[in-house]
């Protein structure tokens, strides 16, 4: 991979998963508001990873959208 800008995509991602993860276990205020926020999320990363061509911000930005659905189901 070669380097872009602010690091790695994937060091990005995992980054970015970290920090959902984090919200997700300790903002239970939040819950009605965490699927909403993985929408934006992963849309951003589609669509990002599209203008730049990187194929591994599209498959995040999809499993984004998928954790999504999953949660919204969860905790309805």
Known sequence: MEKRGT????E???AFFFLILVVT???SD???AMPAILL????VMILGGSVIKEPLIITAG???????L????VFK
């Open 12 to 14: 990005m991602l995992v």
């Open 30 to 32: 939040y819950q009605l």
């Open 40 to 43: 934006m999320a992963g849309g």
């Open 70 to 73: 999953m949660y919204s189901e």
């Open 25 to 27: 276990f300790y903002a």
């Open 62 to 68: 999809v499993v984004c959208l998928a954790i999504a």
């Open 7 to 10: 690091g790695y995509a994937h």
